[in-house]
């Protein structure tokens, strides 16, 4: 039941977009996106439901593709700042189950 | 809102030796989680309970892992006996009524085996 996130990870420049993709065996009810930076704790990023498309603000945005039964986080105009590893979590119909990824490491640099 | 709070932060013990782990969620989440993350992987889901009752277990390791959640709130984890490969950090977090809520993390508590 657990996502498969791609890639592994990722090197930027700033200024530079970024992808990251999450995909189910399963059909989905919701998915997470955290971020999480060493040595802290996941920060909670955006949910998306069944039903909804994208979701985000300008610079960080989600979709969710029922039929295909994934999510891709866009990064635009990456900032240092966004440097941590972002995990995807999913949820299932009827179930409060949340089921987290292996993570793409995300590495800014000037 | 306080957040969730999990103590202690840091601990080191022997193998063979226990450990416990606790977990106070944010106040009137019903939904509270414990999960394992070994360096460089994702949070692995050992065990969620709905209110005090036991929802997913399927991950735990039955055999030296053990959790309650006593009156609904609080929640303890614990490892007897403790192996070298359970060194990791212990996340718990917990999460509001059921829909699209997101869960919150607490800071989570480093457990190094040695």
């Known amino acids: 039941q657990q996502p498969v996130q791609s890639p592994q990870a990722v090197i930027l420049r700033e200024g530079e977009d970024a992808v990251i993709n999450c995909s189910s065996s399963?059909?989905?009810?919701?998915v997470h996106w955290y971020r999480q930076k060493h040595g802290e704790a996941p920060v909670f990023l955006m949910i998306?439901?069944?039903?909804?498309e994208q979701k985000g603000h300008e610079k960080i945005s989600a979709s969710f593709n029922e039929k295909k039964q994934q999510s891709s986080l866009y990064l635009t105009a990456s900032q240092l700042s966004y440097s941590g590893t972002y995990f995807c979590?999913?949820?299932?119909?009827?179930?409060?189950?949340?089921?987290f990824g292996q993570g793409t490491r995300l590495t800014i640099n000037p | 809102e306080a957040g969730v709070a999990q103590s202690p932060r840091y601990k080191i013990i022997e193998k063979r030796q226990s450990v416990a782990f606790w977990c106070n969620p944010i106040?009137?989440?019903?939904?509270l989680y414990w999960y394992q993350q070994i360096l460089g992987q994702g949070p692995k889901l050992l065990i969620q309970?709905?209110?005090?009752?036991?929802?997913?277990d399927s991950q735990l390791p039955k055999d030296r892992f053990s959790a309650e959640r006593l009156k609904g709130v609080d929640s303890t984890l614990k490892i007897q006996p403790a192996k070298l490969e359970d060194s990791a950090v212990y996340l718990c977090?917990?999460?509001?009524?059921?829909?699209?809520?997101?869960?919150?993390f607490g800071q989570g508590t480093r457990l190094t085996v040695v």
């Open positions: 998306l439901l069944k039903g909804g």
């Open positions: 106040s009137g989440h019903a939904t």
């Open positions: 399963k059909a989905l009810y919701s």
């Open positions: 309970f709905q209110n005090n009752g036991v929802v997913d």
């Open positions: 979590g999913i949820s299932f119909q009827g179930a409060q189950k949340l089921v």
């Open positions: 977090a917990s999460r509001g009524v059921r829909g699209a809520t997101e869960a919150f």
